[in-house]
């Protein structure tokens, strides 16, 4: 590798959360200068403009306290150098995936998304101008050629398998796939229900739902009424958001399966085809279906935590995040590795490590 | 009249299709006349199917053309009955094959008579496969037998063609693959030698994963069976086995049985449809190979996977088939599978795929392959 090598000797702990404060200071900085950027997002994530203000007022992880760094310092490992490949995230997921390398080594390289690179770009140019010296950018990477360290690679299973295959055995491959989050909807008051709908249809509009925290199922406790007069309020708040905040323009493929997805749940139960999302209800006890992202949501009734667990168990694998309003309920149908928040707040988790603690 | 008498005519006008079909005769009605009555039942009785004509804007009583009809996507059939009686009812229920979702989410067709689904599997498979056969001739499956797989379509299919076109034997000679997988290979060399012995030309039934594992077993040797022998190969891999190229497998086919490739015929079927597709290549030497036929009471028709029109001629698009042999379950089916109508019928490209979504949310199909 071409990159300079940096100061190698072993840092304290006090100095990792001192380099990942630069890093965040950076993302600071990019966020209040972002007139700039802007366009350039709008233009490499298709999110809408609005989308993309979003995403960078509300869901950068600008505010991490001491304790979260610590735990993000203490998971990160000490290795030599670390190589970043961010080929599929959210834009925004580039400084989490940057701060975790920063803590774990001095010398950092990133290679950024292809089509997405400018978010990657423009917070690597302010962490330069902030006094980091050590974070590189390459446009092209030989996976084979990478002699030492680790590869954190987020993308999709198939390009974390590719870049574990060509990497060299003595170099570890740490791979963040894709993942999807669910919606727990415990038995409450109509007042904590419209505010759970609200929420978690702000989960759902972050990102256009194209996060692997994103939610993409709701389980709501109870019988199918109430998960069907849940679906309705959540209907209405996507709809009143999709006009606060409009979704990106949806390919071609993803309209086709929306278009699916809302024939099948109109077959079997009933679907809420908004203007620019969907809402399919399951029928009760029916097997969950997974509904394409980009503001697309299966809701489903599940008269016990019991019988939630059972029906997400074969979608166990991608659940990376659970969302809800009984935080301890949640708990316990979460896998061990997803991260659990109330609704409102799984698109904005702590700058404590990873997004999830599943490796591929 | 109640709705079991009314599913019971509309199987007799189905059936009547097919034997018009076997016997060269003119069909006793037009497929749309026959398409818009099955779809107006299955309005009447399947509320789900109804809910669907309604989101669509379309009323069932002023349906004159099958292309009219909305086509019920296959995931339906994973998630809700797709049944116009109790499921009690049902004469046989097929299920799809298991994805790592679970056992709940195979998808379920439920046939209320039986015989309707035989007849048109029957008479197709006949006129595709056996129609120069004068005399029953030895019939191998390289599958499991109906009682170790009662829900599979597909090896219902298989046992009434042993029916149809076989010799008599017993069901361990028939079909060759034991609950555990294990094909007998010992059970095929014996009746292929006993059919050599007798000059009977075989009829072999297999998918396409059972034949790779037999090529694989043989390796190089070969199994010749008796002249003008026909093998039948269906469906894909499922992961059961490595995945060979159509026209790869096609060729090891020939050579380990010792039969020209055209005699290799490809099946396209599924388990939400009654009705099946062949290669034309064992009756029709200019019939291209990877072109399938569809019998007079289906029709398969590319169309939009997002405004579900039909595409251009020679356009790709997804398919959606009209059974007329499905009467109670759904007469318009939207499949996943690509298809492009080209001279002589469709082919078939695979399984629709989209690019992986941008963002590092989970697709389906990356969830099914962890």
């Known amino acids: ?360 | 009249m109640d709705h079991l008498a009314q599913s019971s005519i509309l199987h007799g006008r189905a059936r009547a299709l097919v034997a018009a079909f076997e016997a060269g005769l003119a069909a006793p009605e037009s497929f749309d006349t026959l398409a818009c009555d099955i779809a107006r039942f299955q309005a009447a009785h399947i509320e789900g199917f109804a809910r669907l004509c309604a989101a669509r804007g379309v009323a069932p009583a002023a349906l004159t053309r099958a292309d009219q009809i909305p086509a019920v996507p296959t995931d339906a059939f994973k998630v809700t009955s797709v049944f116009a009686f109790d499921e009690g009812a049902a004469q046989a229920t097929f299920r799809t094959s298991g994805t790592s979702q679970g056992e709940g989410a195979r998808g379920t067709h439920a046939l209320r008579d039986v015989a309707t689904y035989e007849a048109a599997s029957v008479a197709f498979g006949r006129r595709w496969l056996a129609r120069d056969l004068t005399k029953p001739v030895p019939v191998v499956v390289l599958g499991p037998s109906p009682a170790a797989l009662p829900d599979s379509s597909l090896v219902h299919m298989c046992e009434a063609f042993v029916r149809a076109f076989g010799t008599p034997a017993k069901p361990e000679a028939t079909y060759l693959v034991d609950a555990d997988g294990v094909l007998d290979l010992s059970a095929f060399d014996e009746r292929v030698a006993t059919a050599l012995a007798r000059r009977e030309p075989m009829l072999v039934l297999g998918t396409s994963f059972a034949f790779v594992h037999f090529v694989d077993a043989i390796g190089k040797d070969s199994f010749a069976l008796p002249p003008n022998s026909r093998v039948m190969q269906t469906g894909g891999y499922k992961g059961k086995t490595r995945e060979v190229p159509p026209a790869v497998l096609r060729s090891d086919l020939a050579r380990l049985f010792d039969v020209e490739p055209r005699a290799i015929v490809a099946e396209y079927g599924m388990t939400e449809l009654s009705s099946q597709f062949y290669e034309r290549t064992l009756f029709d030497a200019s019939a291209a190979q990877g072109t399938y036929a569809e019998p007079p009471w289906a029709r398969v028709v590319p169309v939009d996977p997002e405004t579900l029109a039909p595409v251009a001629h020679g356009e790709i698009g997804i398919a959606r088939i009209v059974d007329l042999m499905n009467i109670d379950s759904a007469v318009a089916v939207l499949t996943q599978d690509s298809v492009r109508r080209i001279d002589g019928g469709f082919e078939l490209l695979g399984r629709k795929l989209g690019a992986p979504p941008r963002g590092c949310s989970i697709a389906m199909d990356e969830l099914l392959g962890r």
């Open chain 1, 1 to 360: 590798m071409s990159a300079a090598r940096g100061d190698r000797r072993s840092r304290s702990v006090a100095e990792r959360i001192r380099d990942v404060r630069i890093v965040q200071a950076a993302a600071r900085h990019v966020v209040d200068r972002r007139a700039e950027l802007v366009p350039r997002l709008v233009a490499s994530t298709g999110l809408s403009r609005e989308g993309v203000e979003l995403a960078l007022t509300h869901h950068v992880e600008l505010d991490a306290t001491d304790a979260d760094l610590a735990q993000l310092v203490a998971g990160a490992g000490d290795s030599p150098r670390v190589t970043v490949v961010l080929s599929a995230n959210v834009f925004v997921g580039a400084l989490r995936a940057i701060a975790l390398a920063r803590a774990a080594a001095v010398d950092v390289i990133v290679k950024p998304s292809r089509r997405d690179p400018a978010f990657a770009l423009a917070l690597i140019e302010a962490a330069a101008a902030a006094g980091d010296a050590h974070l590189h950018v390459v446009e092209e990477l030989d996976i084979a050629a990478v002699d030492e360290g680790e590869i954190h690679v987020y993308g999709h299973d198939a390009t974390v398998a590719e870049i574990q295959r060509k990497a060299r055995p003595d170099v570890r491959v740490r791979g963040h796939g894709s993942g999807m989050g669910v919606a727990w909807v415990a038995a409450g008051d109509e007042r904590a229900f419209a505010t759970a709908a609200r929420d978690l249809a702000a989960d759902v509009v972050a990102f256009d739902q194209r996060g692997c925290l994103s939610p993409r199922v709701a389980l709501v406790e109870g019988d199918q009424a109430r998960a069907e007069a849940f679906a309705a309020t959540v209907h209405e708040a996507l709809e009143h958001l999709g006009a606060v905040v409009p979704r990106g323009p949806l390919p071609p493929d993803v309209a086709a399966e929306a278009a699916r997805y809302a024939d099948t749940m109109t077959y079997a139960c009933r679907a809420f085809v908004g203007t620019q999302h969907v809402v399919g209800i399951a029928p009760a006890g029916a097997p969950l279906a997974l509904p394409p992202p980009y503001r697309h949501l299966h809701v489903a009734s599940a008269g016990s935590r019991a019988s939630a667990s059972a029906l997400l168990a074969p979608l166990a694998k991608g659940i990376v995040a659970v969302g809800s309003d009984d935080l301890a309920g949640a708990r316990t149908l979460a896998p061990a590795w997803a991260r659990v928040s109330r609704l409102g707040a799984m698109q904005r988790p702590p700058l404590d490590g990873p997004v999830d603690l599943r490796e591929v």
